[in-house]
T-cell receptor, first 116, second 114 residues
Framework: EAEVAQSPRYKITEKSQAVAFWCDPI?????LYWYRQILGQGPELLVQ????????DSQLPKDRFSAERLKGVDSTLKIQPAELGDSAMYLC??????????????FGSGTRLTVV | QQQVKQSPQSLIVQKGGISIINCAYE??????FPWYQQFPGKGPALLIA?????SEKKEGRFTISFNKSAKQFSLHIMDSQPGDSATYFC?????????????FGKGTHLIIQP
Protein backbone atom coordinates (compact mmCIF):
# COMPACT_ATOMS: atom_id res chain seq x y z
CA GLU A 1 0.00 0.00 0.00
CA ALA A 2 1.35 3.44 -0.96
CA GLU A 3 2.45 5.61 1.93
CA VAL A 4 3.35 9.21 2.65
CA ALA A 5 6.97 9.23 3.81
CA GLN A 6 8.15 11.68 6.46
CA SER A 7 11.54 12.20 8.07
CA PRO A 8 12.89 12.41 10.62
CA ARG A 9 10.49 10.51 12.89
CA TYR A 10 11.74 12.34 15.95
CA LYS A 11 13.63 15.61 16.37
CA ILE A 12 14.87 17.33 19.50
CA THR A 13 16.13 20.86 19.03
CA GLU A 14 17.08 23.72 21.26
CA LYS A 15 15.06 26.90 21.42
CA SER A 16 16.13 29.46 18.77
CA GLN A 17 17.65 26.81 16.50
CA ALA A 18 16.44 26.03 13.00
CA VAL A 19 14.69 22.75 12.20
CA ALA A 20 13.39 21.19 8.99
CA PHE A 21 11.01 18.37 8.17
CA TRP A 22 10.71 16.48 4.91
CA CYS A 23 7.71 14.86 3.24
CA ASP A 24 7.41 12.65 0.15
CA PRO A 25 3.75 12.24 -0.85
CA ILE A 26 2.18 9.28 -2.60
CA UNK A 27 3.30 9.21 -6.22
CA UNK A 28 0.93 11.16 -8.44
CA UNK A 29 -0.76 13.05 -5.61
CA UNK A 30 -0.83 16.70 -6.67
CA UNK A 31 -2.12 18.08 -3.38
CA LEU A 32 0.06 18.14 -0.28
CA TYR A 33 -0.82 19.39 3.20
CA TRP A 34 1.20 20.13 6.33
CA TYR A 35 -0.65 19.88 9.64
CA ARG A 36 0.49 20.47 13.20
CA GLN A 37 -0.92 18.30 15.99
CA ILE A 38 -0.32 19.41 19.55
CA LEU A 39 -0.48 16.55 22.07
CA GLY A 40 -4.10 15.84 22.96
CA GLN A 41 -5.50 17.99 20.16
CA GLY A 42 -6.69 17.51 16.61
CA PRO A 43 -4.48 18.36 13.62
CA GLU A 44 -4.46 21.99 12.48
CA LEU A 45 -3.74 22.94 8.88
CA LEU A 46 -0.55 24.94 8.33
CA VAL A 47 -0.24 24.99 4.54
CA GLN A 48 -1.72 23.37 1.42
CA UNK A 49 0.08 22.97 -1.91
CA UNK A 50 -1.35 22.19 -5.32
CA UNK A 51 1.64 20.96 -7.30
CA UNK A 52 4.31 23.57 -6.50
CA UNK A 53 1.88 26.41 -5.72
CA UNK A 54 0.61 27.41 -2.28
CA UNK A 55 -3.20 27.19 -2.14
CA UNK A 56 -3.70 28.10 1.52
CA ASP A 57 -1.14 29.29 4.05
CA SER A 58 -3.46 31.48 6.10
CA GLN A 59 -2.67 29.57 9.32
CA LEU A 60 1.09 29.38 8.78
CA PRO A 61 3.06 31.59 11.24
CA LYS A 62 5.09 33.19 8.49
CA ASP A 63 7.45 35.04 10.80
CA ARG A 64 9.13 31.76 11.67
CA PHE A 65 7.65 29.02 9.46
CA SER A 66 8.28 28.44 5.78
CA ALA A 67 7.28 25.67 3.40
CA GLU A 68 8.26 24.82 -0.11
CA ARG A 69 7.51 22.23 -2.76
CA LEU A 70 9.87 23.31 -5.50
CA LYS A 71 9.27 20.58 -8.10
CA GLY A 72 5.73 19.76 -7.08
CA VAL A 73 6.72 16.46 -5.55
CA ASP A 74 8.39 16.35 -2.12
CA SER A 75 8.13 19.19 0.38
CA THR A 76 10.08 20.75 3.23
CA LEU A 77 8.67 22.59 6.25
CA LYS A 78 11.13 24.78 8.16
CA ILE A 79 10.97 26.54 11.51
CA GLN A 80 13.48 29.25 12.33
CA PRO A 81 13.87 30.04 15.15
CA ALA A 82 12.12 27.25 17.02
CA GLU A 83 10.19 28.16 20.16
CA LEU A 84 9.08 25.96 23.07
CA GLY A 85 5.46 26.21 21.90
CA ASP A 86 6.38 24.58 18.59
CA SER A 87 6.70 21.18 20.28
CA ALA A 88 4.15 19.03 18.45
CA MET A 89 3.67 16.33 15.83
CA TYR A 90 4.06 17.66 12.30
CA LEU A 91 1.96 15.65 9.87
CA CYS A 92 2.12 15.61 6.11
CA UNK A 93 -0.81 14.39 4.02
CA UNK A 94 -1.48 14.04 0.31
CA UNK A 95 -4.40 13.48 -2.02
CA UNK A 96 -5.09 13.41 -5.74
CA UNK A 97 -5.88 16.80 -7.29
CA UNK A 98 -9.41 17.92 -6.50
CA UNK A 99 -9.76 15.10 -3.99
CA UNK A 100 -12.32 12.96 -5.83
CA UNK A 101 -15.57 12.45 -3.98
CA UNK A 102 -15.13 10.12 -1.07
CA UNK A 103 -11.34 10.15 -1.22
CA UNK A 104 -9.71 11.33 1.97
CA UNK A 105 -6.22 12.36 2.72
CA UNK A 106 -3.47 9.88 3.37
CA PHE A 107 -1.39 11.01 6.33
CA GLY A 108 2.21 10.12 7.01
CA SER A 109 3.32 8.97 10.45
CA GLY A 110 4.59 12.43 11.28
CA THR A 111 7.66 14.04 12.82
CA ARG A 112 7.56 14.44 16.59
CA LEU A 113 9.34 17.72 17.43
CA THR A 114 10.49 18.53 20.95
CA VAL A 115 11.93 21.99 21.57
CA VAL A 116 14.03 22.27 24.74
CA GLN B 1 -13.47 31.06 13.63
CA GLN B 2 -14.58 27.84 12.02
CA GLN B 3 -14.82 25.25 14.78
CA VAL B 4 -15.75 21.62 15.13
CA LYS B 5 -16.71 20.63 18.65
CA GLN B 6 -16.30 16.97 19.59
CA SER B 7 -17.54 15.02 22.61
CA PRO B 8 -16.87 13.15 24.76
CA GLN B 9 -13.15 13.70 25.32
CA SER B 10 -12.78 10.10 26.47
CA LEU B 11 -15.01 7.05 26.36
CA ILE B 12 -14.86 3.55 27.87
CA VAL B 13 -17.08 0.86 26.33
CA GLN B 14 -17.36 -2.84 27.02
CA LYS B 15 -16.49 -5.28 24.27
CA GLY B 16 -19.52 -5.87 22.08
CA GLY B 17 -21.14 -2.57 23.04
CA ILE B 18 -21.91 0.49 20.94
CA SER B 19 -19.49 3.43 20.96
CA ILE B 20 -20.99 6.82 20.10
CA ILE B 21 -18.99 10.00 19.45
CA ASN B 22 -20.63 13.32 18.62
CA CYS B 23 -19.55 16.41 16.71
CA ALA B 24 -21.07 19.79 15.96
CA TYR B 25 -19.95 22.30 13.36
CA GLU B 26 -20.63 25.99 12.74
CA UNK B 27 -19.89 26.69 9.10
CA UNK B 28 -22.91 25.76 6.96
CA UNK B 29 -20.72 25.89 3.85
CA UNK B 30 -18.91 22.70 4.89
CA UNK B 31 -19.92 19.81 2.65
CA UNK B 32 -17.59 16.99 3.63
CA PHE B 33 -17.54 15.31 7.04
CA PRO B 34 -14.95 12.55 7.61
CA TRP B 35 -13.97 10.59 10.66
CA TYR B 36 -10.35 9.64 11.26
CA GLN B 37 -8.86 6.96 13.51
CA GLN B 38 -5.42 7.45 15.03
CA PHE B 39 -3.27 4.92 16.87
CA PRO B 40 -0.33 6.04 19.05
CA GLY B 41 2.70 7.04 16.99
CA LYS B 42 0.77 6.96 13.72
CA GLY B 43 -0.89 9.54 11.53
CA PRO B 44 -4.70 9.67 11.33
CA ALA B 45 -6.33 7.25 8.90
CA LEU B 46 -9.65 7.87 7.15
CA LEU B 47 -12.38 5.68 8.60
CA ILE B 48 -15.60 6.84 6.94
CA ALA B 49 -16.95 10.07 5.45
CA UNK B 50 -20.33 11.57 4.57
CA UNK B 51 -21.74 14.37 2.44
CA UNK B 52 -24.69 16.48 3.71
CA UNK B 53 -27.09 15.15 1.06
CA UNK B 54 -27.54 11.90 3.03
CA SER B 55 -28.53 11.38 6.67
CA GLU B 56 -26.69 8.14 7.28
CA LYS B 57 -23.81 6.13 5.88
CA LYS B 58 -22.76 2.68 7.00
CA GLU B 59 -19.54 0.79 6.33
CA GLY B 60 -19.25 -2.48 8.20
CA ARG B 61 -19.49 -1.79 11.94
CA PHE B 62 -19.08 1.98 11.46
CA THR B 63 -22.03 4.33 10.85
CA ILE B 64 -22.16 8.10 10.46
CA SER B 65 -25.44 9.82 11.31
CA PHE B 66 -25.83 13.35 9.97
CA ASN B 67 -28.33 16.03 11.03
CA LYS B 68 -27.97 19.00 8.70
CA SER B 69 -30.53 21.23 10.45
CA ALA B 70 -28.83 20.75 13.82
CA LYS B 71 -25.33 20.97 12.28
CA GLN B 72 -24.37 17.78 14.07
CA PHE B 73 -22.98 14.41 13.08
CA SER B 74 -21.99 11.33 15.00
CA LEU B 75 -19.99 8.13 14.68
CA HIS B 76 -21.45 4.85 15.90
CA ILE B 77 -19.21 1.81 16.29
CA MET B 78 -21.30 -1.33 16.60
CA ASP B 79 -20.00 -4.48 18.32
CA SER B 80 -16.97 -2.56 19.60
CA GLN B 81 -13.76 -4.58 19.78
CA PRO B 82 -10.51 -4.08 21.74
CA GLY B 83 -8.78 -3.37 18.42
CA ASP B 84 -11.02 -0.31 18.04
CA SER B 85 -9.24 1.31 21.00
CA ALA B 86 -7.77 4.48 19.49
CA THR B 87 -8.31 8.22 19.24
CA TYR B 88 -11.09 9.27 16.89
CA PHE B 89 -11.31 12.67 15.22
CA CYS B 90 -14.25 14.17 13.40
CA UNK B 91 -13.51 16.80 10.79
CA UNK B 92 -15.32 19.12 8.43
CA UNK B 93 -14.34 20.79 5.20
CA UNK B 94 -14.99 21.01 1.51
CA UNK B 95 -15.43 18.10 -0.84
CA UNK B 96 -12.49 18.88 -3.05
CA UNK B 97 -10.73 21.42 -5.19
CA UNK B 98 -9.25 24.70 -4.11
CA UNK B 99 -8.52 25.32 -0.45
CA UNK B 100 -9.96 22.12 0.99
CA UNK B 101 -8.06 21.72 4.25
CA UNK B 102 -10.02 20.06 7.04
CA UNK B 103 -10.98 21.49 10.43
CA PHE B 104 -10.62 18.77 13.05
CA GLY B 105 -12.28 18.24 16.41
CA LYS B 106 -10.12 17.76 19.49
CA GLY B 107 -10.51 14.00 19.48
CA THR B 108 -12.07 11.24 21.57
CA HIS B 109 -9.88 8.68 23.30
CA LEU B 110 -11.82 5.42 23.05
CA ILE B 111 -11.02 2.40 25.21
CA ILE B 112 -12.78 -0.91 24.60
CA GLN B 113 -12.57 -3.13 27.65
CA PRO B 114 -12.39 -6.89 26.98
Amino acid sequence: EAEVAQSPRYKITEKSQAVAFWCDPISGHATLYWYRQILGQGPELLVQFQDESVVDDSQLPKDRFSAERLKGVDSTLKIQPAELGDSAMYLCASSPAGRPLGYGYTFGSGTRLTVV
Amino acid sequence: QQQVKQSPQSLIVQKGGISIINCAYENTAFDYFPWYQQFPGKGPALLIAIRPDVSEKKEGRFTISFNKSAKQFSLHIMDSQPGDSATYFCAAGYAGGGADGLTFGKGTHLIIQP
